[in-house]
């Protein structure tokens, strides 16, 4: 038997416990019981949480609905549900005003946020950000497996992350911590990054789309989103041999070496070299 304080949460590994017993379970959020309940049914025996909770009357209308919520969402990868839920209860702050309304399940948190970024510096009188999301497209298997990242949770925190990456100082140091916390990457992680690196330097190319098709690389190149739009003419005239642009504004360039490792590594220099000119 072990008694302590909530300290468990934070990540104490007892593998052998089954079962757990929390004392005034209404007084704790709903991210400290699903960390607490999280203690137990670690290994293959199947777990217990007991929640002791005073009678009704003297629980908040808030306190009911997080352990609703928690007693609803005890499957398996179901933490994002109770964080979403517990975003609903304690409201997403008050930004522009003294109150929020809105539909936030309906779009999402991350477009609700990108939202009211978009609408605060339209208040500031600021220019809006048309960031593209360029679109990659590679004959390469590319996502983190469950044998790599077994905890649903954890996998789906993973791909949020990557899914922001913006730079690749960024990305290097998720590669580190990668490695650090689960291992060697495999093939197809290993692949995945590769994919938002290409994403990254697409953007800073001004190229909406990035295709492989067989021996020849195709980026459709976007005026909008460049600095020096006729500085891809320079890259042209460099390489006539290999480079063509055509009147809808897409690249095609002979790639030299046909093996996986050479076609990447030629696509990572010629995003960069683009990006070098249309930049400059």
Same mark, same amino acid.
């Given at each position: 038997?072990?008694?302590?304080?909530?300290?468990?949460?934070?990540?104490?590994?007892?593998?052998?416990?089954?079962?757990?017993?929390?004392?005034?379970?209404?007084?704790?959020?709903?991210?400290?019981?699903?960390?607490?309940?999280?203690?137990?049914?670690?290994?293959?025996?199947?777990?217990?949480?007991?929640?002791?909770?005073?009678?009704?009357?003297?629980?908040?209308?808030?306190? /009911?609905? %997080?352990?609703?919520? &928690?007693?609803?969402? $005890? @499957?398996?990868?179901?933490? +994002?549900?109770?964080?979403?839920?517990? =975003?609903?209860?304690?409201?997403?702050?008050?930004?522009?005003?003294?109150?929020?309304?809105?539909?936030?399940?309906?779009?999402?948190?991350?477009?609700?946020?990108?939202?009211?970024?978009?609408?605060?510096?339209?208040?500031?009188?600021?220019?809006?950000?048309?960031?593209?999301?360029?679109?990659?497209?590679?004959?390469?298997?590319?996502?983190?497996?469950?044998?790599?990242?077994?905890?649903?949770?954890?996998?789906?925190?993973?791909?949020?992350? /990557?899914? %922001?990456?913006?730079? &690749?100082?960024?990305? $290097? @140091?998720?590669?580190?911590? +990668?490695?650090?916390?689960?291992?060697? =990457?495999?093939?197809?992680?290993?692949?995945?990054?590769?994919?938002?690196?290409?994403?990254?330097?697409?953007?800073?190319?001004?190229?909406?789309?990035?295709?492989?098709?067989?021996?020849?690389?195709?980026?459709?190149?976007?005026?909008?989103?460049?600095?020096?739009?006729?500085?891809?003419?320079?890259?042209?005239?460099?390489?006539?041999?290999?480079?063509?642009?055509?009147?809808?504004?897409?690249?095609?360039?002979?790639?030299?070496?046909?093996?996986?490792?050479?076609?990447?590594?030629?696509?990572?220099?010629?995003?960069?070299?683009?990006?070098?000119?249309?930049?400059?």
């Amino acid at each position: 038997m072990l008694v302590c304080t909530t300290i468990i949460e934070s990540g104490l590994d007892i593998p052998s416990a089954n079962t757990i017993f929390i004392n005034r379970a209404d007084r704790f959020g709903l991210a400290q019981m699903y960390q607490l309940r999280g203690r137990v049914g670690r290994a293959e025996e199947r777990a217990y949480a007991y929640l002791f909770i005073p009678p009704e009357s003297y629980i908040t209308r808030d306190a /009911l609905k %997080r352990l609703k919520v &928690l007693m609803d969402h $005890s @499957d398996l990868g179901s933490g +994002f549900q109770i964080a979403l839920s517990d =975003l609903k209860i304690r409201g997403g702050g008050t930004i522009l005003g003294a109150s929020q309304s809105g539909h936030i399940a309906a779009v999402g948190y991350d477009m609700f946020l990108k939202l009211m970024e978009e609408s605060v510096a339209e208040l500031k009188g600021e220019p809006p950000r048309n960031e593209i999301e360029p679109e990659i497209n590679l004959p390469l298997s590319a996502f983190i497996p469950e044998t790599y990242i077994a905890d649903i949770d954890q996998r789906l925190s993973a791909y949020r992350r /990557l899914s %922001r990456m913006s730079g &690749l100082e960024e990305l $290097s @140091d998720i590669k580190k911590e +990668f490695i650090d916390r689960y291992g060697k =990457l495999p093939e197809e992680v290993s692949n995945l990054l590769m994919r938002i690196v290409f994403k990254i330097l697409a953007r800073q190319a001004g190229v909406t789309k990035l295709d492989v098709a067989g021996p020849r690389l195709v980026l459709q190149m976007s005026d909008q989103h460049q600095g020096n739009p006729h500085g891809i003419v320079d890259v042209v005239l460099a390489q006539k041999d290999r480079f063509q642009l055509t009147p809808d504004h897409r690249l095609m360039v002979e790639l030299t070496d046909r093996r996986k490792r050479g076609i990447l590594s030629q696509i990572k220099y010629i995003l960069k070299e683009i990006a070098h000119h249309v930049n400059g």
